[in-house]
Nanobody, 126 residues
Framework: QVQLVESGGGLVQAGGSLRLSCAAS????????MAWFRQFPGKEREFVAA????????YNTDSVKGRFTMSRDNAKKTVYLQMSSLKPEDTAVYYC???????????????????WGQGTQVTVSS
């Protein structure tokens, strides 16, 4: 079992920054791909970024590339999402997720991730 707890969400003005954290307990995350998804009201969860156990990183280029940076600290069992130049359209609930398949490739589908956090609200005001 893996328990994931997100933190760091909140209210920020457009152009501002936030850093989300996802702390894991339970299994060692070293060989898992970790991802961030977000969900807008009434919409399906959307892939934001992921970092594989090999260190590769993939972003949802269309919406966040160049503004969001994902990182991980395996010793702390924590992953981060640094969000800069935030826009009102980034307003969503952000979820952390773990893919325990040990795939060599980053998977972007929500059903590829077995474990999820409870989510943290990010609100960007204009």
């Amino acid at each position: 079992q893996v328990q994931l707890v997100e933190s760091g969400g909140g209210l920020v003005q457009a152009g501002g920054s936030l850093r989300l954290s996802c702390a894991a307990s339970g299994r060692d995350l070293t060989f898992y791909t970790m991802a961030w998804f977000r969900q807008f009201p009434g919409k399906e969860r959307e892939f934001v970024a992921a970092i594989s156990w090999t260190g590769s990183i993939s972003y949802n280029t269309d919406s966040v590339k160049g503004r969001f940076t994902m990182s991980r600290d395996n010793a702390k069992k924590t992953v981060y999402l640094q969000m800069s130049s935030l826009k009102p359209e980034d307003t969503a609930v952000y979820y952390c997720a773990a893919d325990t398949s040990r795939s060599l490739y980053i998977r972007r589908g929500r059903y590829d991730y077995a474990y999820w956090g409870q989510g943290t609200q990010v609100t960007v005001s204009s």
